[in-house]
């Protein structure tokens, strides 16, 4: 059995509305400027990935820190620039996954979802092949993080040391119920139209690389989408395999599947998310032994921003969880 410990996170007064922790970063930070190298991924299917690597150079025995971004994000969310460029200032490698279709159409009709894990795997398989001696962290944020419980839960490997989550939608139903209300309606449209655009450029692109994988989402039913049940209904459950919406929420929602952990985990949360509700938040019963649930009263959904002495706490935090392990 696991904890659950309160989490340190205090934003001032006039920064305790959720929406406003929400929108913080997107809308109000300036991307931090940080160097790095990319890398294209080739994917055992013919499509690939792209790795952008931040931080010191390579060199045997080092510690590099896999990171994995949100629904519609990339590695240049306002989160994953934020964590690069803190991790590398403190002398920390670091390599931010883009999954596939993140940061420009990708050459298959396959995109990602909670329940995705053979893209984790791959990545995970890649790093430790490029040194077998150094050592493996990975943090996931939102959906990303949804992606590395799952990977935890089925196919642990023993590959990575510790893993950390933060705002994780451990129930999918819950979650995408209660995006269907109140202002939260705002963040489901504006989360749809991005995913919904990302196919129709995939569509053009794939007529010109991959015709027959551009059949695959010309057969599709994106009209009408409105929702996350009608997304994960008609795109997610047919693209891979699933009944519908409700068959991939319960076979990829990962709060029911942390008892399954054996590798030290983090999972961050907090009880304001306006993707979710506290029903998400599981008890110390439902969690594996090797499993940490932190939980903080305010944050919003991957917010977390503090006083002005420690603005982005979140990646303040993230970091003493790496050098916690003393892996340099």
């Not at 299917?45 to 690597?53: E, F, P, S």
């Not at 935890?152 to 490997?157: E, F, I, K, V």
């Not at 891979?240 to 990962?254: I, L, P, V």
Request: glycine letters at 10%; aromatic letters at 8%.
């Amino acid at each position: 059995m696991g904890e659950i410990v309160p989490s340190r996170f205090r934003p001032p007064l006039w920064l305790r509305n959720p929406h406003l922790q929400t929108l913080w970063g997107p809308l109000g930070r300036k991307l931090p400027e940080v160097a790095r190298q990319q890398e294209r991924l080739d994917l055992a299917d013919g499509d690939y990935l792209l790795l952008d690597w931040a931080g010191p150079a390579a060199r045997p025995g080092q510690l590099t820190v896999i990171l994995l971004h949100g629904l519609s994000g990339c590695s240049d969310s306002h989160y994953m620039r934020g964590l690069q460029k803190t991790f590398a200032d403190a002398g920390v490698r670091s390599v931010a996954i883009n999954s596939r279709g993140a940061k420009q159409p990708n050459d298959t009709a396959l995109c990602y979802h909670a329940g995705e894990t053979d893209d984790v795997d791959a990545v995970i398989e890649h790093v430790f092949d490029q040194d077998p001696t150094g050592h493996r962290l990975a943090i996931g944020v939102s959906l990303g993080g949804s992606r590395l419980l799952n990977w935890l839960a089925h196919r642990d490997s023993g590959r990575l040391t510790g893993v950390a989550t933060v705002c994780s939608p451990l129930r999918l139903d819950i979650c995408a119920n209660r995006l269907d209300r109140g202002l939260s309606r705002l963040y489901r449209k504006h989360l749809i139209n991005e995913l919904l655009g990302s196919f129709e450029r995939k569509k053009t692109h794939l007529d010109q690389v991959n015709p027959p994988e551009a059949k695959r989402l010309y057969r599709l039913n994106m009209t009408g989408i409105r929702s996350f049940w009608r997304y994960d209904d008609q795109i997610i459950a047919p693209l891979y395999g699933f009944r519908g919406a409700s068959h991939y929420y319960a076979e990829c929602s990962a709060g029911p599947r942390l008892l399954q952990i054996r590798t030290p985990t983090l999972i961050l949360q907090n009880r304001d998310d306006p993707f979710m509700t506290p029903a998400t938040l599981p008890r110390r019963d439902e969690l594996g032994p090797a499993v940490t649930l932190e939980v903080s009263r305010h944050g919003g959904h991957v917010g977390f921003i503090a006083g002005a002495d420690n603005r982005y706490w979140l990646e303040q935090r993230l970091l003493a969880f790496v050098q916690g392990y003393g892996f340099r």
